[in-house]
Structure formats: structure tokens, C-alpha cells
């Protein structure tokens, strides 16, 4: 929870909306004291570096990430129709209210590649691998943590085809995420068995 006063949650969630609608040069410390409506230095003052700053709004898309599962509705009797329908449900909200986080975290890919520890905080900001292997080991998972992996790995792809690839461009004969989902849990535990 931030302090009262705190401007760092401003200023991450106003670095968010930058790189969503501008991409990562758009990120810049001025143009988040100018978005923030702060005074000039503001973001320099709480984040020195570059990295500094993106490491934080890294942080505060990952706290998105978890208010968002947080917030969810339960998914009641887990299955993996419910489980399908759930997963599907978060993926939605990355086109609508979330979908600042999610463009940001493909603008920030190139920033990333060359620092192993910001790499490491952007792979894992949007999906909680903690979160998904709990999921497959009630589901009967033989191996939940491999099949946690692979199953953010497929959402990860399933994003990134939202935005830039065929389901962009709404063609036809393109499944619901719902039923992509749970094609590939089903895969997933019918192996366990």
C-alpha cells in the first residue's frame, strides 16, 4: 500500500500509459513529470536510473496482475471448463482495462533483453507461474510446474497474437481463447493419466 503523499504509483502508472500509447521512447523521465503533472525532476528524484524506472513500473504491473486475480471472481468447482473459462476471462481483460499494462510490457521487450534481472521481473509481471502450477496440480497434473510454464508461455503467445497477430486482425476461424485454453489443459492433464 502507498504512503499517503507516495508519487511513485503516479508516476509508474503514467510511465504504463506512455509506453502503451508511445512505446519505450517515449519513456522518458520529463515526459513522465509532464504526464504525471509534476515538476520537472519529480521522476528523476524517486528513479535516478532509467532501469530504476522501469524496473518499478514493471513492479507496478505485476501489483495489477495481482489485484487483478485478487479481485476475480472464483472460479467455484474447479475444472477445466471452469478453469478455461477463468484463465480466458483474465485474457479479456487485457484487451480492455488492462490493456496499457499488456502493450507496455511488449514495449519494454527490447529494454529488457540485454539486463537479465529486468528480463527476469517483465516475464513474470502478466502471469504467476506460482499461481498457474497451483492451478495444474488440482487439475491432476503429473508435472504442474512444466506444464505452469508452458501454459504462460501459450498465453504469453496468445496475447502477442491479440495485438499484433491473426486474432488483430479478426479473421474468421480463429477459436475463443476459452476453448484454445482448455484444448491445451485438457492436453495437459490427459498426459498425467
Not at 500509459?17 to 524517486?46: I, Q
Amino acid at each position: 500500500m502507498p504512503r499517503p503523499g507516495d508519487r511513485r504509483p503516479l508516476i509508474c502508472d503514467c510511465a504504463i500509459t506512455l509506453l502503451a500509447d508511445g512505446g519505450a521512447r517515449a519513456l522518458t523521465h520529463g515526459a513522465v513529470d509532464r504526464a504525471a503533472g509534476l515538476p520537472k525532476g519529480s521522476t528523476s528524484y524517486y528513479f535516478r536510473t532509467r532501469d530504476a524506472l522501469i524496473s518499478a513500473t514493471i513492479e507496478r504491473i505485476r501489483a495489477h496482475s495481482r489485484d487483478a486475480m485478487n479481485n476475480a471472481e472464483p472460479i467455484g468447482e474447479i475444472s477445466v471448463d471452469a478453469a478455461a473459462v477463468f484463465i480466458a476471462e483474465q485474457l479479456a481483460a487485457f484487451t480492455g482495462v488492462r490493456r496499457p499494462d499488456a502493450i507496455a510490457v511488449f514495449a519494454l521487450l527490447p529494454e529488457v533483453r540485454e539486463n537479465d534481472s529486468l528480463r527476469t521481473e517483465l516475464s513474470s509481471c502478466l502471469f504467476s507461474l506460482d499461481r498457474a502450477t497451483a492451478l495444474l496440480e488440482v487439475l491432476g497434473s503429473s508435472t504442474p510446474r512444466e506444464d505452469a510454464a508452458d501454459l504462460i508461455a501459450f498465453l504469453s503467445g496468445m496475447l502477442f497474437d491479440t495485438f499484433f497477430g491473426i486474432r488483430s486482425r479478426a479473421v474468421g476461424g480463429v477459436r475463443p481463447a476459452s476453448e484454445s485454453v482448455a484444448r491445451l489443459l485438457r492436453q495437459m492433464i490427459s498426459t498425467a493419466r
